[in-house]
């Protein structure tokens, strides 16, 4: 087929050029950020299918989020035009794997059978197709049960940590029967044996954790070299966004499927992996050269998305790494706006500073040009800080959207609604059907419960068939019976319903995937769901419900039911809701977007907002209690990310209170703050608080002595990249040298605390300062009596 003249290729620099003409054999790509190369691996998914090279379904593109994978599924569809039929495969490895475990579930059994997965004799315990994927609440509870099942006290060893390890083995790859001695202490030296047992019970539910959906994967790749061939060949080109945030699994996933054509192309940025607290492997990337021999390595070097200051303001920061393999960035843009940075008194007075930054930026009176709301997005380093921004927007009626933030999906009532769904689509799941068997109440309490549970044991059956079988034996007493029957008869009838809704695609070939064949319906999975949740009484429930928040479950039932419109199948949604990251039901207006460092990577922004650069938020406390620099190294490329997402503007402010967890916490600036470069960095000056700013950072005389030491120390004025900083926004000389953070801490602590003062102590309860000695303070605690303890863990008194 003689290839389509290629616009796209004339947008592209010489070496992105190469990367996307370079179409056999391994390519790696590796550059900055904002260099282009999401964008060249778009033009190269484009340039293989215009130039013939590949048909869409032999195209395989991993991207990091699902958000991702669909901007590059538009761009390519708008680059391709009407021209070409059917799509690529274009997902995370999750989207992906799902797809595929589902064609082979009955691959994976519990290990009572032999290698080639062959079953011998009497039924064996293998995953169906339509298992039901867990989420970390029902992955827990599941554990839990698991732990008092084996007398271990869950509260020295909480489920949460064995969840963990067993993520981290999974991101390894590693099946129980492989773990390696080494780990053989994990979880109190139980933690094989647990999530040995784990696995079979996951079995025995259908069910798969996120975790297994690369391990099954690539388990059944090395078992079954013939259906590891047949994907080979299937896909012919392999691409991948991100690569720097791969874990081992993934890595291994790719490495099975791209042998032999060995036409693969990975795309990242070592200084942007941020993902090592999930099993993250940035030295995948360094092992690609090694593992693809002869691979093309393509270095970019021009960055298109930001102004020099705000590029070298990362470049400054990402310096303090030593671990990187080091690439300098250049650009042509205009120089622009300095980095702003900007301190302020308190989380809530950041948010409402903020509010009327984008307002005024919005009708564009800030001297830049205008911007929609779309152009601006607040970047946050933990969740919890977005609350106040919610609440701000939410008060000066200022739109945004949360992407990945607090999800609806996790709401209560959109939890029990999707029970239901689930134990609809797949009758096994015994966690559903525990949620659901007395939501509403049907008069079902514990000792229904346990009889259920007993005969369902008993028979070696779900938790449903158990429920049938109670029924059928009249082993539940009282008016709980009657609505237990009615339950199962109904759960039975919606499932038929189910049944009829969805494609009999038993033996579909991967291509009916792309695909899906039109359905004989007799009821939408739309209106299906609807009669699920009314013929259940859950609507009814919230109906007669006369708590104040009762109308809106209400409202969110009807959003989750809107929801389900844009999918084929009851069980499509379920898979979406349980894969999905991001929360965007909106009505598709202008808004500002909110959410996490860790959400916005691959994104770019006119405007951005980094909020909470204080040490203990960002960098986090976790990463700055652990030795070495590892943790640190990390978050310092989630401030590099956080950066280099701005295109014109990136305003950097931190707070010298912060309410974490309903406790008052004063803070000090980040040390990324430090590390800025001067020369790019403007600091502002916010109007009010002192009554004519911070350029002085003199409190005024009228705030009563305690409250004005702990402002000006808490507020972390007395760092010294902020003496220097102000110093220059004065336009004073620096008369203070250098110091270390020890002691910025002592300063803090003198300053912080009054002899006399009432504090509160997390562990020791209240009390009142004694004696202040460097980051030491001498308390007598009511309770406790006296005692020496750190500043940092103590707060003042709430009044
Ligand atoms: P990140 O590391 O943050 O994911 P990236 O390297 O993937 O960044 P892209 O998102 O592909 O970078 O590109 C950044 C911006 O630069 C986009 O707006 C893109 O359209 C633009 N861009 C990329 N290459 C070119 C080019 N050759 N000419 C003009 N603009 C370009
Ligand atoms: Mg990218």
Request: glycine share 8%; charged share 25%.
């Amino acid at each position: 087929m003689a290839a389509r003249p290629a616009p796209y290729l004339d947008e592209l620099n010489p070496a992105q050029r190469q990367a996307v003409e370079t179409m056999d054999g391994p390519v790696l790509m590796l550059a900055g950020a904002g260099t282009g190369k999401t964008k060249a691996l778009t033009a190269r998914i484009v340039h293989l299918l215009n130039t013939g090279r590949a048909r869409p379904n032999e195209i395989l593109a991993v991207t990091f989020t699902n958000k991702a994978a669909r901007e590059m599924k538009n761009r390519v569809g708008r680059m391709l035009g009407e021209t070409v039929e059917g799509m690529p495969w274009l997902g995370t490895f999750h989207s992906i794997c799902v797809k595929l475990l589902r064609r082979h579930a009955e691959l994976i059994c519990a290990d009572d059978d032999d290698e080639d997965g062959v079953v011998e004799g009497a039924p064996s315990l293998h995953l169906k197709s339509n298992f039901t994927i867990l989420d970390t609440d029902d992955q827990l509870r599941l554990l839990k049960q698991l732990i008092q099942a084996a007398g271990i006290d869950d509260k020295r060893w909480p489920a949460r940590q064995l969840a963990s390890v067993i993520d981290a083995w999974k991101n390894r790859a590693l099946t129980p029967d492989k773990v390696p001695s080494a780990d053989a202490n994990a979880y109190n030296n139980k933690g094989v044996e647990l999530y040995d047992q784990y696995q079979r019970r996951l079995l025995e539910l259908n069910a798969v954790d996120f975790g297994d959906l690369l391990l099954h994967m690539v388990t059944i790749f090395q078992q079954h070299p013939d259906i590891l061939r047949k994907y080979q060949n299937w896909f012919r080109y392999i691409m991948v966004d991100e690569y720097q945030d791969t874990n081992v699994a993934q890595y291994l996933w790719l490495r099975l499927l791209a042998q032999g054509h060995r036409n693969i192309c990975c795309v990242g940025d070592d200084d942007q992996s941020i993902y090592g607290w999930r099993g993250a492997e940035v030295g995948n990337i360094l092992r690609f050269e090694k593992d693809f021999e002869g691979a093309h390595v393509v270095r970019l070097e021009q960055n298109y998305r930001s102004t020099p200051h705000i590029l070298a303001a990362a470049s400054g920061v990402i310096r303090g790494n030593s671990n990187r393999l080091g690439k300098e960035l250049w650009t042509e843009a205009e120089h622009g706006e300095k980095v702003r940075l900007i301190g302020h008194w308190d989380g809530e007075e950041e948010a409402r500073w903020i509010g009327e930054e984008i307002e005024s930026m919005q009708r564009g009176t800030r001297g830049a040009r205008a911007m929609g709301l779309d152009e601006m997005a607040i970047l946050v380093r933990a969740s919890h800080q977005m609350r106040a921004f919610e609440d701000r927007f939410l008060t000066i009626g200022l739109p945004y959207r949360v992407i990945g933030g607090p999800r609806f999906y996790e709401r209560m009532e959109i939890r029990d609604a999707m029970a239901y769904f689930r134990i609809v689509t797949s009758p096994d799941d015994d966690l559903a059907f525990e949620r659901i068997v007395n939501t509403p109440k049907r008069g079902l309490g514990d000792k229904a419960r346990q009889t259920i549970q007993m005969i369902a044991r008993q028979n070696g059956v779900s938790l449903l068939d158990g429920a049938t079988l109670a029924v059928e034996q009249g082993a539940i007493k009282g008016k709980g019976a009657k609505a237990l029957g009615e339950l199962v008869v109904n759960i039975a009838r919606w499932g038929r319903m189910t049944r009829a809704t969805v494609a009999a695609d038993g033996d579909a070939v991967v291509e009916d995937l792309l695909t899906p064949q039109p359905t004989k319906t007799e009821v939408s999975h739309v209106e299906l769901a609807q009669i699920i949740l009314d013929e259940s009484g859950y609507t009814g429930m919230w109906q007669n419900d006369k708590t104040p928040e009762a109308p809106g479950r209400l409202e969110n039932l009807k959003e989750l039911v809107k929801a389900l419109e844009s999918f084929e199948n009851l069980q499509g949604f379920l898979e979406h809701v349980a894969l999905v990251m991001d929360n965007d039901s909106d009505d598709g207006g202008a808004k500002v977007s909110i959410m996490t460092l860790h959400a916005a990577k691959g994104l770019e922004f006119p405007a951005v907002f980094l909020p909470g650069w204080e040490d203990g938020l960002f960098p986090s406390q976790r990463s700055m209690d652990e030795s070495g620099v590892k943790g640190l190294e990390e978050e310092r490329r989630l401030a590099y990310v956080g950066i280099t997402r701005a295109e014109e503007v990136c305003t950097i402010s931190f707070a010298g209170n912060r309410r974490v967890f309903g406790q008052w916490q004063s803070q000090l600036p980040s040390r990324f703050v430090d590390e800025l470069p001067e020369d790019h960095v403007e600091v502002l000056t916010p109007p009010g608080l002192y009554g004519g700013g911070y350029g002085a950072a003199a409190p005024s005389a009228s705030m009563s002595a305690g409250v004005e030491a702990r402002a000006a120390a808490a507020d972390g004025y007395n760092s010294p990249g902020w003496k220097r900083l102000q110093a220059r926004a004065s336009e004073r000389p620096v008369s203070q040298p250098r110091e270390s953070k020890a002691s910025v801490i002592d300063m803090q602590a003198v300053a912080a605390f009054m002899i006399g003062e009432r504090v509160f102590h997390q562990k020791f309860g209240y009390g009142a300062v004694i004696d202040v000695e460097g980051d030491k303070v001498e308390i007598h605690f009511e309770k406790a009596g006296i005692k020496k303890v750190v500043s940092r863990f103590i707060k003042p008194a709430a009044e």
